[in-house]
């Protein structure tokens, strides 16, 4: 019997699977047992055509392939290529202790060439932690050569790597080209003209980690400002990058790239469902929010989402990750993205424009805002409307974007936050409020009397708090001031 190792996916999770394959004299069979799904039945007609192509064939025995443990279900056509070896480690045609320190994983053409499969780079990842080395398709080496100390071959087509096993050959291994790291990722502020107040929510927003509701009608540019976030919050560390880019890759979102460099952006249409962006459906995949983990999300006409499609987000934007649970599948995605939403300030948009406005204002507005859920409007720590671009701003020349809200200012703002307390702002939990934001009594004393007026929730109350702090933090103060917490009341609209 020859045994040869894999691996299989629950969710983000990689699970070590051992392929083990017997061949005993008896009437000719090929069978694959251990919990495989369709996919994975047909590897066998797969590796029959593969074998005949390159001159070898099945031997005219009992053939038996386990995928162990046979408890669970096995999906996925990277299967092909344990299964092809070990057969060929059991036809003793490979010597088998040249293959056991490495996790095999590839798609099998019938030519014999080796086709791409998703989820390399999570395999790699496992393979560097266990000690081991990976076999995969040679048009996945790039990505897995991301991964440090770890000996990688990615063969062409089978002849490829029987002949580098039996020394005939030498696989030369992939490298990685990650000297294009990179670091002009340019879209600015500067194109959007205006909207000063936007601008600097917007630039809060990415300083302290808050939440940002734009709310304005059409045209105005919220889905402008919102595109630009990306490019405000600081590169990704190699580590988050990995972390995105194997999300991506197992759930085959990578599009023809190696790997991901930049903070993702998702805008998931208001039709979607619960599933699609929360995560779900019959096999518990992840939904947008955690494709949007360590970027951003964006929900564009926020009100027309549908009232349980929203109130799914609630819980992943408190803990950062979202359990999904289906009757045979549960799996743990993490979701830990920034929320931008826009929407328009009533069903026409108009609300407000002296000259534009329908019969329906301003009740229409009211009822517009009453779609979202108090809970979901109060975890939007900034919530500004933009106003209609003056000509006068449009007609003006660009010039460069202005340095104070720039990427560079926005990663010192973050240093100090993070040598405080560790994390951002956004993130406080309401013991580190007590211990880190220091307020001035002037400032307590107007947040108090706000509080008082307008009946703040409990909630709101500390919210406004740590975006006063993120405010305080641009200015270098040690404590919040006055006009810090005066700031941080003004960015949230709806409150009152
Ligand atoms: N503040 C602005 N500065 C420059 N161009 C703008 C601005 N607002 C809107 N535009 C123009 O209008 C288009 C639509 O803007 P968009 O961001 O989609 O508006 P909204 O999402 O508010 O409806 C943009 O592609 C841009 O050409
Ligand atoms: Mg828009």
Same mark, same amino acid.
């Given at each position: 019997?020859?045994?040869?190792?894999?691996?299989?996916?629950?969710?983000?999770?990689?699970?070590?699977?051992?392929?083990?394959?017997?061949?005993?004299?008896?009437?000719?069979?090929?069978?694959?047992?251990?919990?495989?799904?369709?996919?994975?039945?047909?590897?066998?007609?797969?590796?029959?055509?593969?074998?005949?192509?390159?001159?070898?064939?099945?031997?005219?025995?009992?053939?038996?392939?386990?995928?162990?443990?046979?408890?669970?279900?096995?999906?996925?056509?990277?299967?092909? *290529? $344990?299964?092809?070896?070990?057969? !060929? =480690?059991? &036809?003793?045609? @490979?010597?088998?202790?040249? /293959?056991? %320190?490495?996790?095999?994983?590839?798609?099998?053409?019938?030519?014999?060439?080796?086709?791409?499969?998703?989820?390399?780079?999570?395999?790699?990842?496992?393979?560097?932690?266990?000690?081991?080395?990976?076999?995969?398709?040679?048009?996945?080496?790039?990505?897995?050569?991301?991964?440090?100390?770890?000996?990688?071959?990615?063969?062409?087509?089978?002849?490829?790597?029987?002949?580098?096993?039996?020394?005939?050959?030498?696989?030369?291994?992939?490298?990685?080209?990650?000297?294009?790291?990179?670091?002009?990722?340019?879209?600015?502020?500067?194109?959007?003209?205006?909207?000063?107040?936007?601008?600097?929510?917007?630039?809060?927003?990415?300083?302290?980690?808050?939440?940002?509701?734009?709310?304005?009608?059409?045209?105005?540019?919220?889905?402008?400002?919102?595109?630009? *976030? $990306?490019?405000?919050?600081?590169? !990704? =560390?190699? &580590?988050?990058? @990995?972390?995105?880019?194997? /999300?991506? %890759?197992?759930?085959?979102?990578?599009?023809?790239?190696?790997?991901?460099?930049?903070?993702?952006?998702?805008?998931?249409?208001?039709?979607?469902?619960?599933?699609?962006?929360?995560?779900?459906?019959?096999?518990?995949?992840?939904?947008?929010?955690?494709?949007?983990?360590?970027?951003?999300?964006?929900?564009?006409?926020?009100?027309?989402?549908?009232?349980?499609?929203?109130?799914?987000?609630?819980?992943?934007?408190?803990?950062?990750?979202?359990?999904?649970?289906?009757?045979?599948?549960?799996?743990?995605?993490?979701?830990?993205?920034?929320?931008?939403?826009?929407?328009?300030?009533?069903?026409?948009?108009?609300?407000?424009?002296?000259?534009?406005?329908?019969?329906?204002?301003?009740?229409?507005?009211?009822?517009?805002?009453?779609?979202?859920?108090?809970?979901? *409007?109060?975890?939007?720590?900034?919530?500004?409307?933009?106003?209609?671009?003056?000509?006068?701003?449009?007609?003006?020349?660009?010039?460069?974007?202005?340095?104070?809200?720039?990427?560079?200012?926005?990663?010192?703002?973050?240093?100090?936050?993070?040598?405080?307390?560790?994390?951002?702002?956004?993130?406080?939990?309401?013991?580190?409020?007590?211990?880190?934001?220091?307020?001035?009594?002037?400032?307590?004393?107007?947040?108090?009397?706000?509080?008082?007026?307008?009946?703040?929730?409990?909630?709101?109350?500390?919210?406004?708090?740590?975006?006063?702090?993120?405010?305080?933090?641009?200015?270098?103060?040690?404590?919040?001031?006055?006009?810090?917490?005066?700031?941080?009341?003004?960015?949230?609209?709806?409150?009152?």
């Amino acid at each position: 019997m020859a045994r040869v190792k894999t691996i299989a996916f629950q969710g983000l999770q990689v699970l070590p699977i051992d392929v083990q394959v017997q061949i005993a004299s008896g009437l000719p069979s090929f069978n694959i047992v251990g919990l495989p799904d369709k996919s994975i039945a047909e590897s066998r007609e797969r590796i029959r055509s593969a074998l005949t192509s390159i001159g070898l064939g099945l031997p005219s025995e009992r053939i038996t392939v386990n995928l162990s443990p046979a408890d669970l279900l096995k999906e996925g056509s990277h299967y092909d *290529l $344990p299964i092809v070896m070990g057969i !060929l =480690s059991a &036809m003793q045609i @490979l010597p088998i202790k040249h /293959i056991e %320190s490495f996790i095999l994983a590839g798609e099998i053409a019938l030519d014999g060439s080796i086709a791409k499969v998703s989820g390399v780079l999570a395999i790699a990842l496992h393979c560097a932690k266990n000690g081991l080395g990976l076999i995969c398709p040679f048009g996945n080496g790039a990505e897995a050569a991301y991964v440090e100390n770890l000996s990688v071959l990615a063969p062409h087509d089978l002849l490829s790597i029987i002949n580098h096993f039996k020394g005939t050959f030498q696989l030369t291994p992939p490298t990685c080209p990650s000297t294009i790291w990179p670091s002009n990722l340019s879209e600015n502020l500067s194109e959007i003209r205006g909207q000063a107040l936007a601008k600097r929510a917007l630039f809060l927003a990415a300083c302290g980690h808050h939440h940002l509701l734009l709310c304005g009608p059409p045209g105005t540019g919220k889905s402008m400002l919102a595109n630009r *976030l $990306p490019f405000l919050l600081p590169p !990704l =560390s190699k &580590m988050e990058a @990995l972390v995105v880019t194997a /999300i991506h %890759s197992i759930f085959g979102q990578l599009k023809g790239r190696d790997f991901l460099f930049e903070r993702p952006f998702r805008s998931p249409h208001h039709s979607c469902s619960q599933a699609a962006l929360v995560g779900g459906g019959p096999k518990a995949r992840p939904g947008e929010i955690s494709l949007a983990h360590c970027g951003v999300l964006f929900l564009d006409e926020l009100p027309e989402f549908s009232h349980h499609t929203l109130e799914a987000l609630r819980q992943p934007l408190e803990t950062g990750e979202i359990s999904v649970s289906r009757a045979n599948a549960r799996a743990i995605y993490p979701a830990k993205f920034h929320l931008v939403a826009a929407m328009n300030p009533c069903p026409c948009g108009h609300l407000g424009n002296t000259r534009k406005q329908c019969h329906k204002a301003p009740l229409c507005g009211e009822r517009y805002l009453k779609r979202l859920s108090g809970p979901l *409007l109060d975890r939007f720590d900034i919530r500004v409307d933009v106003k209609p671009v003056e000509v006068e701003d449009l007609l003006r020349p660009v010039i460069s974007s202005s340095p104070e809200l720039s990427v560079e200012r926005v990663i010192e703002v973050q240093r100090i936050q993070r040598k405080r307390q560790g994390v951002l702002n956004g993130e406080l939990s309401l013991k580190q409020i007590e211990e880190h934001i220091r307020m001035h009594s002037s400032a307590l004393s107007l947040l108090v009397s706000a509080s008082e007026r307008f009946g703040l929730s409990a909630r709101s109350f500390q919210r406004i708090r740590k975006l006063a702090r993120t405010i305080a933090d641009v200015e270098e103060s040690q404590d919040v001031e006055r006009h810090h917490m005066a700031e941080a009341l003004g960015l949230r609209t709806y409150e009152y």
